[in-house]
């Protein structure tokens, strides 16, 4: 069990003894590495890995840990999906059993979600162990997370800006004795312009051989370069991608349409991928509402996650759609970083990223740790540009994604009257400044529904389900009746 004051400075043992300390870990020559233990790894975090399904080291994981083993401060670069988490965990947790102390550990992220994930991890690695962690994040009431802290954690799994909130105001709390600095999605951090944040945070931290740090990023920018130089202390970098690196086993596809069906031909998408999980990305907050309201009169079973939402219907978004409750997700690129989701199969660009490292990102949310997935990019005739430059970017130019085009717009009499409800309703929720109002209503400004509301139901009152081969039944039918009475269309 993790306690304080397990052993002495003098008595702390050498868990790295398996690892060949005249190797060069960052050639990444372990290729051939089939277990964690002979990475180093002690058998109690074997044995976690093992109770959460980690059977083999993946090849970011192979690279990075023997040199944190060792002691080396490490640059960790690789592409979405190939277990970054795993790769610092478990030398943290390894170092922890060493010599135990609280408030061993801080872990950075960007977004809320994916601190969220982090801090399952550490927990279901150190279930056995005692380990004791907690996730401070915005949008959660400060006060519960400063009893959480005043009992001194293990680990403190955080986003920069509310760290540093805790450092500045809640008494009694302090990182200057934390022996590991943790960044993860290093390159997100920095262009969400969290570096004011991290540097208070470096200025807190011990410095030099007191302090080890672990940085991790999909790619290598300018500005992780510049943190590189500031916070590590010679450093191994670790590269398991290219810059620019989309999974192997995904299949990338485009679809050329025009701009003023954009909705017909995403309907027609998800109906031809009736059965799996999807997740759709959008540009902003509003497009994402939209389209959530839009699919469900269409029958869908969407959700949207964006910005906006308060963090327990962020939270509670992302659930339903892990859980398999709802099969589509509308999200911006706050769903893009670092989140695992092992069950999407396919990934849809509603909107194309301005910057090519946002695309890398966005279609990594499917096909992970060598599952195949699917990416389907939408591109209007004001994207074209954008576009190219992504191919370039990729270096390959992408087959397109075969439509029945009569059958597109079969749907555009149906569609077109489920972009007028949905346009009124988001109307009312934001005149209503997202509150229900005087009739009981499906749903919230925030993308949620009771499951017993009016949303995503036809006239006769059944729930409609994209599953169910919307198209097959061909038709216009099923149109609303009683405008004002919130009614929705029939199936496709």
Excluded at 147 to 167: N, Q, Y
Excluded at 264 to 286: D, K, P, R
Excluded at 361 to 375: D, K, L, P, Q
Excluded at 411 to 425: D, N, P
Aim: aromatic content about 6%; glycine content about 12%; hydrophobic content about 40%.
């Amino acid at each position: 069990m993790v306690t304080n004051g397990q052993k002495k400075d003098g008595e702390e043992q050498n868990t790295h003894s398996d690892v060949d300390l005249d190797s060069d870990p960052a050639k990444g020559g372990e290729d051939d590495v089939q277990t964690f233990e002979a990475l180093g790894v002690v058998k109690p975090l074997c044995e976690a890995c093992a109770a959460i399904g980690w059977t083999k080291p993946t090849g970011i994981q192979q690279q990075a840990i023997p040199a944190a083993l060792q002691g080396r401060d490490v640059i960790g670069l690789a592409e979405t999906g190939s277990g970054k988490t795993g790769a610092f965990a478990l030398p943290v947790l390894q170092a922890l059993l060493a010599k135990p102390q609280r408030l061993f550990a801080v872990v950075l992220a960007p977004t809320r979600e994916l601190a969220f994930q982090i801090h399952e991890v550490f927990e279901a690695l150190g279930a056995s162990i005692g380990l004791k962690s907690c996730c401070v994040v915005g949008g959660v009431d400060m006060m519960t997370q400063a009893i959480a802290l005043a009992r001194k954690p293990h680990v403190v799994v955080a986003t920069p800006g509310r760290l540093v909130d805790h450092l500045e105001n809640t008494k009694g709390f302090h990182i200057r004795e934390a022996r590991f600095l943790v960044l993860d999605e290093a390159d997100r951090m920095l262009s969400m312009d969290f570096e004011e944040e991290i540097n208070k945070i470096l200025a807190i931290m011990p410095t030099g051989k007191h302090r080890r740090t672990l940085l991790f990023s999909a790619t290598m920018t300018s500005k992780v370069a510049k943190l590189q130089r500031a916070s590590l202390t010679d450093p191994v970098k670790v590269e398991a991608s290219d810059k620019f690196t989309t999974p192997r086993t995904l299949v990338q596809q485009y679809l050329f349409i025009p701009a003023k069906y954009k909705d017909c031909y995403l309907a027609y998408a998800l109906n031809e991928a009736a059965g799996q999980t999807i997740l759709v990305f959008v540009a902003t907050c509003n497009n994402a509402q939209r389209l959530a309201l839009l699919l469900r009169n269409l029958g869908f079973g969407a959700i949207c996650l964006h910005g906006q939402m308060t963090q327990p219907k962020r939270l509670g978004a992302l659930h339903k759609f892990k859980s398999g409750q709802r099969s589509i997700l509308i999200a911006t690129d706050v769903a893009s970083r670092g989140l695992d989701i092992p069950a999407v199969d396919l990934v849809i660009n509603f909107d194309i990223p301005s910057y090519g490292k946002d695309y890398i990102h966005r279609v990594g949310r499917t096909a992970r740790a060598g599952r195949a997935g699917r990416s389907i990019a939408m591109v209007t005739q004001y994207d074209v540009e954008v576009y190219q430059r992504l191919e370039a970017l990729l270096g390959t130019k992408l087959p397109e994604y075969k439509t029945d085009e009569e059958t597109v717009l079969i749907l555009l009499e149906r569609v077109s009257e489920a972009q007028r409800i949905a346009a009124r309703e988001l109307r009312e929720l934001t005149l209503g400044g997202g509150k229900k109002g005087g009739r009981k209503r499906g749903r919230d400004g925030e993308g949620d529904e009771d499951e017993g509301g009016e949303g995503g139901r036809e006239a006769g009152g059944k729930p409609l389900k994209a599953g169910q081969g919307a198209l097959k039944r061909g038709g216009g039918r099923g149109r609303t009746r009683g405008r004002g009475q919130g009614r929705r269309p029939g199936r496709f």
